[in-house]
């Protein structure tokens, strides 16, 4: 698709390195960005909710297969978060960010 200079953007004090992300785009130019990785999920077999919800004491591949769904779950709720925030500010891309560009890869979804 197209490569933007994030240097050059409005949002360019939103960039913090490599990384999955999506964008608002309005007049050709990224005017936020919400990066995948900043949810909050990183549930392992390991933790309390995991354990709790495989009815568990140890790990298991029960608790493995909970914290991945708990994972799973909290993604989804900042990815519909993140994109109906970006949505309320233009036209919602995706894309890969590294170097201080932002690869645009597809659209996800019109304002």
């Known amino acids: 698709m197209k490569i933007y200079d994030m ?7 939103e960039y913090k390195g490599a990384g999955w992300a999506w964008a608002a785009m309005k007049d050709d130019q990224i005017v936020a960005i919400r990066y995948m990785d900043d949810h909050t999920g990183c549930f392992t077999g390991y933790c ?3 354990l709790h919800r495989a009815n568990r004491t ?20 900042w990815r519909t978060q993140a994109r109906s ?3 309320e500010m233009g036209t919602v891309v995706i894309g890969m ?10 659209k996800v979804k019109e304002h």
């Open 7 to 13: 240097q050059k953007q409005p949002a360019k004090s």
């Open 48 to 50: 309390a909710e995991a």
């Open 58 to 77: 140890r790990c298991c591949k029960a608790s493995e297969r909970a914290a991945q769904e708990m994972n799973r779950e909290v993604f989804t709720a």
């Open 85 to 87: 925030e970006l949505a």
């Open 97 to 106: 960010m590294s170097c201080w560009n932002f690869e645009v890869t597809r």
